[in-house]
């Protein structure tokens, strides 16, 4: 049996409600964020590659990443998706025989940090 678990590697990230959402939503600096995942043999074949996939809905996957590194465990955000926005990523092992089933679905949104400010001043009254 071959297993996939998929996680977010987060970087000074927070947990944030979105009302459209049912559950708290990750929300991730797209330059820092991480998908990463756990695939273990099982009785299935050996791995040649892993298909991440992300979208803009639930199972609508608009987006895809092939890594043909079998020892590849994570792959960055910005990598995946096309820019800030809400996503829904899972990720599939894949031979010469086929590609398994997706692992769970993560959902998160994804946008950058903004510019620090500058030209601070003490000012007498």
Do not use: H
Not at 3 to 31: C, E, N
Not at 120 to 125: D, E, N, V
């Amino acid at each position: 049996m071959r297993r996939l678990l998929i996680t977010m590697i987060l970087a000074g990230s927070f947990l944030l409600p979105v009302a459209t959402w049912a559950q708290a939503v990750i929300s991730v600096d797209i330059t820092k964020a991480r998908l990463a995942w756990t695939w273990t043999q099982g009785t299935g074949g050996a791995v040649t590659e892993f298909r991440v996939k992300c979208g803009p809905t639930t199972g609508t996957y608009t987006s895809s990443v092939v890594l043909t590194d079998p020892a590849a465990r994570s792959v960055p955000v910005q990598q995946v998706v096309t820019g800030p926005g809400n996503y829904f990523c899972a990720v599939s092992a894949a031979n010469q025989f086929g590609e398994s089933g997706l692992s769970n679905e993560v959902p998160f949104a994804a946008g950058n940090v903004p510019a620090a400010p500058s030209g601070l001043q003490i000012t007498a009254q």
